[in-house]
């Protein structure tokens, strides 16, 4: 055979397997694009490939962060003492703290000049003396009827209201000593020695900072996994290295409209008062653990304001609408009504299978991965 002939023969013949291999390779084509189509698969009647497994009961336990700032466990503002005499000016005698100076409860922090005031208290308690006299000159005369009993009680009524004046008279001797209401720091000291001072002027603020409270704005959407008592860990953009722990001691009952968040305070330990008020930071408050029927995320499909699942009994798709909670945690979401413990949910081609459509659950098989479906037959 002449040499042209054969090189012609053999051209031919790797044309025809080239046709042949590339005619094998789209009818597999059209066979796996049958399989992995749901389209396809229902109208040529065969089971549509999907990947499942089965809801179980998980413990969980729900950790919701949101911004905060610190701020005074109480405040104290004090001012001028009302007198219960006339208007008068208070002289600064003597200030003992400074703006930044921790103090506690019952230090004094300031002194007006009390000899006005103590006058006042003579004076009340020589009124006071003299009622008493009279009152006993009225039960006299009237024992001999020389008085009437109205007399008498009038006597008795200007006993007790000059009782009250001296009373308020000695008070007001007191407060020329003001003393701090807490323990804390001083933020403000408005009066200096020598000043003189009338109305209701504020004298200082004083902030409790032991224990400190941290405000944090808790997300609206997980209100239901929040309660007084749980865990809060705190991190602080003034100690980036530190993680303070504590509890929620108080919860808003108002939502903010405008943030969609709701206030909540969380009280922390400060020792020497370390932490100061107005210090932003992060908060993740950890509710108590639970059990729950559990899914994996991916499985639940969302559409408007409704949650579904894709459940399959009997090789056929079921769309289960389902209530979940607000906890997800590793990858799997509390699933609260609709799922129970053992059903077989769809995470793969959830979203393309309709109700009742027939289904392969056996992925190890339509995937071709032999080396799977054996390993789990062993």
């Known amino acids: 055979m002449h040499a042209d002939t054969v ?32 389209t396809r698969a229902r109208k040529a009647d065969q089971p549509i490939p999907v990947r499942t497994v089965k809801a179980e009961e998980r413990e969980f336990s729900a950790t919701v962060g949101g911004t905060a700032v610190t701020i005074p466990s109480q405040t104290a503002i004090i001012s001028i003492p009302m007198s219960s005499t006339e208007s008068m000016d208070r002289e600064v005698t003597a200030v003992h703290f400074g703006v930044g100076s921790e103090v506690k409860k019952g230090d004094t922090l300031m002194e007006f000049n009390p000899d006005m005031f103590s006058l006042i208290v003579e004076q009340r308690q020589a009124l006071l003396d003299k009622a008493k006299e009279e009152f006993e000159v009225m039960n006299k005369l009237a024992e001999r009827n020389a008085a009437s009993g109205l007399e008498v009680r009038t006597a008795e009524v200007a006993v007790k209201t000059a009782e009250v004046d001296l009373g308020l008279a000695k008070r007001d001797l007191t407060l020329c000593m003001i003393k701090s209401p807490l323990d804390g720091v001083i933020e403000e000291i408005d009066v200096a020695p020598q000043m003189r001072l009338n109305g209701d002027a504020s004298l200082a603020v004083v902030h409790q900072l032991d224990p400190i409270y941290v405000q944090m704005d808790y997300p609206m959407e997980h209100c239901d996994a929040l309660d007084e008592g749980q865990t809060a860990e705190v991190i602080l953009d003034a100690f980036p290295q530190d993680k303070f722990t504590g509890k929620v001691v108080r919860v808003s009952p108002v939502v903010s409209t405008k943030t969609r968040v709701v206030p909540v305070l969380i009280e922390v330990p400060n020792p020497g008062n370390r932490i100061r008020a107005g210090i932003s930071g992060y908060v993740r408050v950890t509710g108590e653990r639970a059990t729950g029927t559990a899914v994996p995320s991916i499985a639940v499909i969302r559409k408007q304001q409704k949650a579904m699942v894709v459940r399959v009994e009997d090789n056929r798709a079921k769309i289960q609408e389902v209530r979940t909670g607000p906890v997800v945690q590793a990858g799997y979401i509390e699933v609260l009504d609709g799922v129970n413990e053992g059903d077989e949910i769809v995470v793969f081609g959830q979203d393309s299978v309709q109700q009742d459509d027939v289904v392969n659950a056996d992925w190890q098989e339509w995937s071709h991965r032999e080396d799977l479906a054996q390993a789990k037959s062993e």
């Open 7 to 38: 090189r012609r023969l053999g051209g031919v013949i790797a044309f025809v397997c080239a046709v042949g291999l590339v005619a094998a390779w789209q009818w597999h084509a059209r066979a796996a694009l049958t399989d992995w189509s749901p």
